[in-house]
Nanobody
Framework: QVPLVESGGGLVQAGGSLRLSCAAS????????MAWYRQAPGKQREMVAV???????NYADSVKGRFAISRDNAKNTVNLQMNSLKPEDTAVYYC?????????WGQGTQVTVSS
């Protein structure tokens, strides 16, 4: 079990910024792949950003240039800085951790962007 707790969600106007944080437990964090996913009402869950244990990142095309994922292995946290937010970014955002072919999920945090 790898508990994950997201925080930082909220309501923001279009063009604004939010910073999400995910706190993980366990000694395996430093060798886990961390990612942020999101799911909007009526839509499938999609990957937003991923960061490997070595720091390599990848982003969904829809957020490239606006979002940035980072990790702090000393603090067992992964962050998602979201800038220039758009109404279509509205969704529940989930933190995910993958280790040894097993993926663990957080409970999610709501992000709402008003037009």
């Amino acid at each position: 079990q790898v508990p994950l707790v997201e925080s930082g969600g909220g309501l923001v106007q279009a063009g604004g910024s939010l910073r999400l944080s995910c706190a993980a437990s366990g000694s395996r964090f430093r060798i886990s792949v961390m990612a942020w996913y999101r799911q909007a009402p009526g839509k499938q869950r999609e990957m937003v950003a991923v960061i490997t244990s070595g720091g390599t990142t990848n982003y969904a095309d829809s957020v490239k240039g606006r979002f940035a994922i980072s990790r702090d292995n000393a603090k067992n946290t992964v962050n998602l800085q979201m800038n220039s937010l758009k109404p279509e970014d509205t969704a529940v955002y989930y933190c995910a951790s993958t280790f040894a072919s097993q993926t663990y999920w957080g409970q999610g945090t709501q992000v709402t962007v008003s037009s």
